[in-house]
């Protein structure tokens, strides 16, 4: 009313001043005002934005104040006080103020962007708060905005897409919305009634406004400023995420967050989307603006989420057949026309990856034949230029890798149609598929047959490439791509396989020509070879490449289940059978150091064996030239590559289960299944090529470790190991180990212990008693003699710092994991007691070495291993000797810990190992509750006098006494390690799911310190994992 508003300018002054002076502390640096000034200053702030009615007197401040963050003050006063005493207000007066709000910015054309924002975010939620009680309706706004648009002033036009864009923010999301303490339920609605209608009318009039544009010949730079802000908010309307009806508070929060949303628009948009004018818009709108790569992102995605649309709006089949084929013709017609920039490469491989993802494929195909072949074709055309550019990022090691983002996008839509044998018969894509493989290959290989290095103007780029130590291995940097390429190469088997055949033998006969030249080189002048030899560098490239590939044709990778042989695979041996001559297969197999080709009717041999036979003659020409001592000439990463290959190979080839398969190819069975010739001799010959790396390979740790992983692969499979265990090698390896001699006591303790897990599994894999017993005398009990005769020598205590004594214990520690890391339930048995006389020893060792933070760190990692693996199987009685063993180790830990004063960074590091691996044992201890595979000491019947009856301690009881060390210990800088705090927290949180009636029974102390850990979880680390706050 007018007296209020002169009762607000007569107090304005006063109120103004004061405002303006505390923005003006809070706009200060901070070395030039102290905290309590700022505190004032903001404390004023808000007391003025609760002040009651503030409507005239912020009024008055935006038409009088020149002070920008004033201005927006007064703007978020508005917002929050409208909505605050809505029920109080007049009708007349929300509107009045609304009218005033859009008026004060129309009339101000220079307003700071953030004042301007907030102003009009103010409009939007009082309309959206009018819409809940319908005092207010979005059509009088559209009016206005629409006679803004007509107006042809840029300024003017701008303003109204703000306008629109504010309207559709604040409407578009029920958890980013305005915080005006409303219910979700409300926005949730607000949202359905605005997406059925006032949303409909944003598009149109965007749409017209794109439609104007895109007439007019050249646009000024103003003018295209304002066509760049209606294109994004037409994106932001095609990205809506449409709200379904009846949703719980729960399921719109989860809804909302998803990304990627394809649009999924209401019955009400038919007419609005399914007029094809609109595709055609922006299909031309794209063509006009594509040298603009800001604007080309925009039309792209509304094109992409056009591409998209799905659900009620169509009413029929028939509807979505015509608008896929309508809109497949104008993305034909827009790629056909042009050479497609860099800009543009992500934006069309998703237009691509959602027609095919989004649309049903009976859909696709019902589409007229020849497009549905003009629109694979171009898929393929698109698949293979990008694939040759992404290579070409990789070489020139681009930040921005976005062609190779587009290549990963267009082979998950192969993989999509090619993997549907429903639609398409199984030649369908045989075609595209050898284009696409084919050109992969190409990019990957080295001139002349391959463009790899080569620039678009065929100049070779070479660049001594910097490999940086912690750089992925290329398996699985591109694991997503290879896999899909395998795929391709699966499907086209016919074209792909001899391919890979005939270029790996290729290139490996000219490996070893290579290297017998530089042997004779080195014979006649014995000086240092030329290392940076780029002809052996390129071959090296090459097989690296074609190793992958194999690799990733002829298996899959499976993580825990039993790998089939792909039916692809299995079908093309299988159809060429009848040609094969299974000797000459087994020759060729058997003959790795021979060429294929001088092999007579090399030619009737089976491709899948003889692809496998190309590999292993790569590892017999590295096996001869390590011999011959020219290792350095060789390259690591192939030795890598080789043994990957062949760890993948053996899982899935390797004595195959028959009866997994409803046929299997004869040539694969005769060569490789159980009671061959064919297996025995594969299983030697990996078995020496093992044997023959952790001897040449020590310093390269990730060679060692490769190696290390295929022995275990050997002998996880019983049947695998029985025949590793008939090879005389395999005991003059184990013999190896357990003496500690060189050169295996010099390999990486990682590797180690991984070796010492295959030696276990191997041992007990055989069933009869002798091999059982040769295999504790000629490994296990050395391993235990030796560790008792080091720590019960008398003068202990005063040599066990020397350093080969250390070494002699930390390599037991480390054999301990790994033996524990062997358990299954038929070893359980043995391997439990075995560890147990361990256990306790090395409780004395935490005493010993309780200043040398790594060993105390490794001794815990033996217990936390032994749970890990063995907790499950455990009876009771079996149980609680693990639980006393732990729980003396932890009072010896605390003890030592709590007596020890820690203040540099180091040491709160080395602590923070230690109680992520305590917490990791208390937490293994605990699973005992819910997987328990003992069946009541089933599994050691006979074994033991059964007196357990009578005792009762829980895993609980050892886990919270386990709690009491750990939480004195657990600092609140400590806390702030993420993976630490997490780690607690997943405790915690097991304990009170598991036993929650132990908590109350817990010592008060106690009690107050995990309550604070728990304060301290919900107020100070954001980091902390979500699932935590069940408790």
Same mark, same amino acid.
């Given at each position: ?87 109080? &207000? ?14 004060? @910015? ?10 301007? !924002? ?49 309207? &559709? ?34 598009? @149109? ?27 994004? %908010? ?12 009846? /949703? ?51 039309? $792209? ?22 608008? $896929? ?38 859909? /696709? ?12 074709? =171009? ?13 070409? !990022? ?70 001594? !490439? !910097? ?247 050997? @002998? ?27 050169? /295996? ?96 020893? =090395?409780?004395? %060792? ?17 217990? @936390? ?50 109680? $992520? ?8 201890? $605990? ?52 993976? %630490? =705090? ?50």
């Amino acid at each position: 009313s007018p007296s209020e508003t002169m009762m607000a300018a007569h107090h304005a002054p006063e109120v103004i001043a004061q405002l303006e002076s505390a923005a003006k502390v809070l706009m200060a640096p901070p070395s030039m005002v102290s905290h309590e000034q700022r505190q004032h200053a903001e404390h004023i702030f808000l007391s003025f934005r609760k002040s009651k009615s503030p409507f005239a007197i912020c009024k008055h401040i935006l038409e009088t104040s020149k002070v920008d963050y004033v201005l927006f003050q007064a703007a978020t006063t508005i917002m929050e006080a409208v909505v605050r005493e809505w029920v109080l &207000l007049e009708k007349n007066s929300i509107e009045s103020l609304r009218t005033f709000l859009l008026t004060y @910015v129309l009339q101000r054309p220079n307003l700071q962007k953030y004042v301007r !924002e907030q102003i009009l975010l103010a409009v939007a939620v009082i309309v959206k708060r009018g819409s809940l009680d319908k005092t207010i309706v979005c059509n009088s706004i559209f009016h206005e905005v629409s006679h803004l648009i007509s107006s042809g002033n840029p300024v003017v036009q701008t303003l109204a897409c703000s306008i629109l864009t504010a309207l &559709l923010t604040e409407f578009s999301s029920s958890t980013k919305t305005s915080n005006i303490g409303l219910s979700m339920e409300f926005h949730g609605s607000c949202k359905r009634n605005f997406q059925e209608d006032d949303l409909r009318q944003i598009f @149109v009039l965007t749409v017209e406004v794109l439609q104007e544009f895109s007439r007019r010949e050249n646009l000024s730079a103003q003018m295209s400023s304002v066509f760049q802000r209606y294109l994004a %908010l037409a994106n932001q309307v095609l990205s809506w995420n449409f709200l379904p009806p009846n /949703l719980g508070r729960h399921y719109i929060a989860m809804f909302e967050s998803s990304q990627n949303v394809m649009l999924k628009p209401t019955e009400s948009w038919r007419d609005t989307l399914l007029d094809s004018r609109v595709m055609d818009l922006f299909f031309t709108v794209h063509r006009k603006i594509r040298e603009d790569s800001d604007m080309a992102q925009d039309s $792209l995605q509304c094109l992409a989420q056009l591409a998209s649309i799905h659900g009620p709006i169509f009413p029929d089949e028939r509807a979505q057949i015509d608008y $896929l084929a309508h809109f497949i013709e104008g993305l034909l017609n827009m790629i056909n026309g042009i050479e497609i920039e860099d800009s543009e490469a992500v934006g069309i491989s998703n237009i691509m990856s959602n027609l095919i993802s989004e649309f049903p494929r009976s859909i /696709l195909t019902a589409i007229p034949s020849e497009l549905f072949s003009s629109f694979i074709n =171009c898929l393929t055309h698109i698949t293979c230029s990008f694939g040759r550019s992404a290579a070409l !990022e990789e070489v020139l090691d681009k930040d921005d890798m976005v062609y190779m983002e587009a290549y990963d996008k267009l082979l998950e839509s192969w993989l999509t149609l090619v993997q549907d044998n429903k639609h398409f018969h199984k030649e369908f894509f045989t075609q595209h598929a050898v284009q696409v493989f084919n050109s992969y290959i190409q990019c990957h290989l080295a001139a002349p047959e391959g463009t790899r290095n080569l620039t678009t103007n065929g100049v070779a780029t070479r660049e001594e !490439e !910097e490999i940086s130590e912690v750089q992925e291995d290329d398996r699985d940097l591109f694991s997503d791509q290879l896999a899909g390429i395998g795929m391709l190469g699966r499907i086209a088997a016919e074209n792909c396989i001899p391919l890979l055949i005939s270029l790996l033998e290729d290139r490996v006969t000219r490996l070893h020509g290579q290297l017998q030249r530089q042997q004779q080189r080195f014979l006649s002048s014995p000086g240092p070879a030329s290392l940076a030899n780029k002809f052996l560098d390129d071959l090296y490239e090459d097989i690296h490449w074609l190793i992958l590939v194999t690799g990733y044709l002829l298996a899959d990778d499976t993580q825990g289940e039993t790998p089939l042989i792909p039916p692809e695979v299995m079908e093309y041996s299988i159809k060429h059978a009848t040609e094969v001559d299974i000797n000459t297969t087994l020759q060729i197999l058997g003959s790795p150091g021979e060429k294929a080709s001088s092999i007579p009717g090399c030619n009737q041999t089976d491709s899948v064996i003889r692809l496998l036979a190309a590999v292993l003659r790569a590892s017999e020409v590295e096996s001869r030239a390590t011999r011959a001592n020219l290792t350095e000439l060789l390259s690591p990463q192939m030795g890598k590559d080789i043994m990957w290959f062949l760890k993948r190979w053996t899982k899935t080839y390797l004595l195959a289960d028959e009866k997994l398969y409803d046929q299997i190819s004869l040539p694969l069975s005769a060569a490789f299944g159980v009671d061959t010739e064919g297996a025995q001799w594969i299983v030697g010959y990996l078995l020496e090529k093992v044997i023959s790396n952790l001897t040449v390979w020590i310093a390269e740790h990730d060679l060692a470790n490769d190696t290390v992983q295929l022995l275990v692969t050997l @002998v996880e499979r019983r049947e695998r190991a029985n025949l590793v265990i008939k090879c005389e090698n395999w005991w003059n390896l184990a013999k190896q180990y357990a003496s500690r001699s060189p050169p /295996l006591n010099c390999l990486p303790s990682s590797v180690q212990r991984t070796l010492m897990k295959a030696l276990v599994l191997a041992g007990f894999a055989h069933v009869d008693s002798e091999t059982k017993q040769k295999y504790w005398t000629e490994v296990l009990q050395p391993l235990q003699q030796r560790f008792l005769n080091v720590i019960n020598q008398e003068n202990f205590q005063q040599i066990c710092q020397e350093e080969e004594v250390k070494q002699e214990i930390i390599a037991t520690l480390e054999a301990l994991c790994g033996i524990a890391e062997a358990t299954q339930i038929d070893n359980v048995v043995i391997l439990f007691t075995f560890l147990m006389d361990f256990l306790n020893n =090395c409780i004395g %060792l935490m005493e010993i070495y309780k200043n040398t933070p790594e060993t105390i760190n490794l001794i815990i990692e033996v217990f @936390v291993e032994v749970a890990h693996k063995q907790i499950c199987y455990l009876g009771e009685s079996k149980a609680m000797k693990l639980y006393e063993a732990c729980l003396t180790l932890l009072q010896v830990y605390s003890k030592n810990s709590l007596g020890r004063k820690r203040s540099d960074v180091a040491a709160e590091e080395e602590q923070y190992q230690d109680l $992520l691996l305590i917490m990791e044992l208390l937490t293994n201890l $605990l699973s005992k509750e819910f997987i328990d595979f003992s069946d009541t000491d089933e599994v050691f019947r006979g074994q033991e006098p059964g007196q357990s009856g009578n005792r009762s301690v829980s895993a609980a009881d050892v886990v919270l006494y386990g709690v009491n060390i750990v939480l004195p210990l657990m600092s609140q800088d400590l806390l702030k390690f993420p993976s %630490l =705090c997490n780690q607690y927290y997943k405790l915690i949180t097991f304990i009170c799911e598991i036993f929650p009636e132990k908590i109350p029974q817990l010592p008060e102390e106690l009690f107050k310190s995990l309550m604070y850990s728990l304060e301290l979880g919900m107020t100070s680390y954001p980091f902390t994992d979500d699932r935590w706050f069940g408790l």
